[in-house]
Each structure stands twice: as C-alpha cells, then as structure tokens.
C-alpha cells in the first residue's frame, strides 16, 4: 500500500495559480504511476492528470495548456501546478497511485488514495 499526503489547496482567484503537491511514501517512487482527479461540489470525482511509471503524461480536455503535473523522484513527490484557474476548478483535488505502473486514467486502477486537499477559485 502507498501513503499520500496532499497539500497546496486553498483559496484563490479567477486567474490565479496554485501548486498542488502530493508526497508518497511505502513503495519505490519510480515505480508508480501518479495521477490527480478531482470531485467538485454535487459532481462524480474526474480525472485531471498523470504521470505514468513510463514518463507519460495526460490531461483532461478541460485543463490542457493550463495545468502541468511533474514528479520528483529525489523527494518522492509528484506535483500539479494549476494556472488561469477558473470557478469550476473548485473541487477537493485528489492524489492516487498505480503500483503497476498503467498508463491508466481510470480510477478503478488506482488503489491508492490521499485525504485530499480544498482548491477554491472565487470568481
């Protein structure tokens, strides 16, 4: 089982910026494959972004040219700096990890989950 621990949400304006962070610990780091999705108010958790085992990454549709997800590996921390955010990016943003290593985006891959962390975007 991989340990998440997200941080980096808050509170922050339309057009604003924030950088989420997410720090795992339990297995190899480069081993995994990191993803974020989100769960906005009222909607089902979606896909955001990962970083695949394999060095790929994928974006949803609806953050392409405007949120970037990158690793560490010397500090075992995947990251998703967030730009030009909009109202509908509020949500708990959620980190997850695929032991096998898929480049996957389904969330049932994903067997490991951290608390989550708040992103508001005030309008």
């Known amino acids: 089982q991989v340990q998440l621990v997200e941080s980096g949400g808050g509170l922050v304006q339309a057009g604003g910026s924030l950088r989420l962070s997410c720090a795992a610990s339990?297995?190899?780091?480069?081993?995994?494959?990191m993803g974020w999705f989100r769960r906005a108010p009222g909607k089902e958790r979606e896909f955001v972004s990962t970083?695949?085992?394999?060095?790929?990454?994928y974006y949803a549709d609806s953050v392409k040219g405007r949120f970037t997800i990158s690793r560490d590996s010397s500090k075992n921390t995947v990251y998703l700096q967030m730009n030009s955010l909009k109202p509908e990016g509020t949500a708990v943003y959620y980190c997850?990890?695929?032991?096998?290593?898929?480049?996957?985006?389904?969330?049932?891959?994903?067997?490991?989950w951290g608390q989550g962390t708040h992103v508001t975007v005030s309008s």
């Open positions: 997850a990890a695929d032991a096998d290593g898929r480049n996957t985006w389904y969330q049932n891959d994903y067997a490991s």
């Open positions: 339990g297995r190899t780091f480069s081993s995994l494959t």
């Open positions: 970083f695949t085992r394999s060095g790929n990454t």
